[in-house]
């Protein structure tokens, strides 16, 4: 099992920065991909960013591609969403969401709401 804990989600006016921040534990020996779903309400989750955990390569929702950026800290563990420029369109209840290679479960966190006023 991998345990994940996600912070940092508030208010933030258009155009400002938050910095999510999602702790693992647990079974992380197994992880191999680390990243972020967003659902707004009424919507579908939909996929942000993800960290392939060996190779370091990034990728991104096309809509937050050069104001988002995923980074993550291999000691702690911990993946981060860096988020600038803001928009109203960015408001959702952000996940953590971890692969692993144990029987190809992908896990969640219990998300954090992310507010943007426009």
């Known amino acids: 099992q991998v345990q994940l804990v996600e912070s940092g989600g508030g208010l933030v006016q258009a155009g400002g920065s938050l910095r999510l921040a999602c702790a693992a534990s647990?079974?992380?020996?197994?992880?191999?991909?680390m990243g972020w779903f967003r659902q707004a309400p009424g919507k579908e989750r939909e996929f942000v960013a993800r960290?392939?955990?060996?190779?370091?390569?990034?990728y991104y929702l096309d809509s937050v591609k050069g104001r988002f950026t995923i980074s993550r800290d291999r000691a702690k563990k911990e993946v981060y969403l860096e988020m600038n420029s803001l928009q109203s369109e960015d408001t959702a209840v952000y996940y953590c969401?971890?692969?692993?290679?144990?029987?190809?479960?992908?896990?969640w966190g219990q998300g954090t709401q992310v507010t943007v006023s426009s």
């Open positions: 647990g079974r992380t020996d197994s992880v191999y991909s």
């Open positions: 969401a971890a692969d692993s290679s144990n029987q190809n479960v992908r896990y």
């Open positions: 960290f392939t955990w060996s190779s370091g390569i990034t």
